[in-house]
């Protein structure tokens, strides 16, 4: 299938309209951006290593039966996907304390959790994607209560095959954030798993091997994508 319009450009994604109104083609960019895009740069590669990775993700998850939007990859840059409406709404996972919930928490990071968090975040750039509840969900209609379930139910699971799958490739699952959406009355999984989206700590050393390089100007960002698709795709 090939690009025909293109209509919708993300900080490091661009979307496609397809000859099939229900499907669509998304482009992964080298463009990074954090804290709000008001920090910017080029992360050589990025996008191949995300496209690839969040592929090999995707068929992992509907191997173990998850549903996702992913159909297949079409070139290092680009993979067809189902077109979903998606819900205005970030799922997080959280397995160690890191980031957003070290910050909101007064905690440090690296606690491993008693327990898996999940949190909502409301799709909202210019309120900084704010912390919500299935309350707030609900009452603003952001997602039946038939959804929620679906999306929480599915967080969870995707949580443990993620987990077990990077503990075999000696990479700790600290946290990640995943997108849901409908399509055709099914809600599937959207938007990328990557090292954009996750927080992969190399077993042991704890060397992080994701995003948070570039957002700390830790250095090694590139090395650090190459190692993750090395150790996913093989
Ligand atoms: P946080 O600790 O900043 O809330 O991030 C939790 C996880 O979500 C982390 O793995 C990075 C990912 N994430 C995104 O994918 N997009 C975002 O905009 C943010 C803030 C985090």
Same mark, same amino acid.
């Given at each position: 299938? =090939?690009?025909?319009?293109?209509?919708y450009?993300?900080k490091a994604?661009?979307v496609?309209?397809?000859?099939?109104?229900?499907f669509?083609?998304?482009?992964?960019?080298?463009?990074?951006?954090a804290?709000?895009?008001t920090k910017? @740069?080029t992360?050589?590669?990025k996008?191949?290593?995300?496209?690839?990775?969040?592929?090999e993700?995707f068929?992992?998850l =509907?191997?173990?039966?998850v549903e996702?939007?992913?159909v297949?990859?079409l070139?290092?840059?680009?993979m067809?996907?189902?077109?979903?409406d998606?819900?205005?709404?970030e799922v997080?996972i959280?397995n160690?304390?890191?980031? @957003?919930?070290?910050?909101?928490?007064?905690?440090?990071?690296g606690?491993? !959790?008693?327990?898996?968090?999940?949190e909502?975040?409301?799709?909202?750039?210019? !309120?900084?994607?704010?912390?919500?509840?299935?309350?707030?969900?609900?009452a603003l209609?952001?997602?039946?209560d038939?959804e !929620?379930r679906?999306?929480?139910?599915?967080?969870?699971?995707?949580?443990?095959?993620?987990?077990?799958?990077?503990k075999k490739?000696?990479?700790?699952?600290?946290?990640?954030?995943?997108?849901f @959406?409908?399509?055709?009355?099914?809600?599937?999984?959207g938007d990328?798993?990557?090292?954009?989206?996750c927080r992969?700590?190399e077993?042991?050393?704890?060397?992080k091997?994701d995003?948070?390089?570039?957002?700390?100007?830790?250095? @090694?960002? =590139?090395e650090?994508?190459? =190692?993750?698709?090395?150790?996913?795709?093989g």
């Amino acid at each position: 299938m =090939e690009k025909r319009k293109q209509i919708y450009e993300g900080k490091a994604k661009k979307v496609y309209e397809t000859d099939n109104k229900d499907f669509l083609i998304q482009e992964f960019k080298d463009d990074a951006t954090a804290f709000d895009a008001t920090k910017r @740069g080029t992360i050589i590669g990025k996008g191949v290593v995300n496209n690839k990775v969040s592929a090999e993700l995707f068929e992992l998850l =509907e191997s173990k039966g998850v549903e996702t939007h992913f159909v297949k990859l079409l070139s290092d840059r680009d993979m067809l996907i189902k077109r979903l409406d998606i819900f205005l709404i970030e799922v997080t996972i959280r397995n160690i304390v890191a980031g @957003g919930m070290a910050k909101l928490l007064g905690l440090e990071e690296g606690i491993v !959790l008693k327990e898996p968090v999940l949190e909502y975040h409301y799709k909202k750039d210019k !309120l900084h994607d704010p912390l919500i509840n299935e309350y707030h969900i609900k009452a603003l209609g952001l997602a039946t209560d038939d959804e !929620l379930r679906i999306a929480r139910e599915r967080s969870f699971e995707i949580n443990n095959i993620l987990k077990d799958f990077f503990k075999k490739r000696s990479i700790d699952l600290v946290d990640f954030k995943l997108e849901f @959406g409908r399509h055709k009355d099914k809600v599937l999984l959207g938007d990328e798993i990557s090292p954009d989206t996750c927080r992969l700590w190399e077993h042991g050393t704890k060397k992080k091997l994701d995003k948070d390089r570039f957002r700390r100007d830790l250095g @090694g960002i =590139e090395e650090a994508y190459q =190692e993750i698709l090395k150790r996913v795709v093989g």
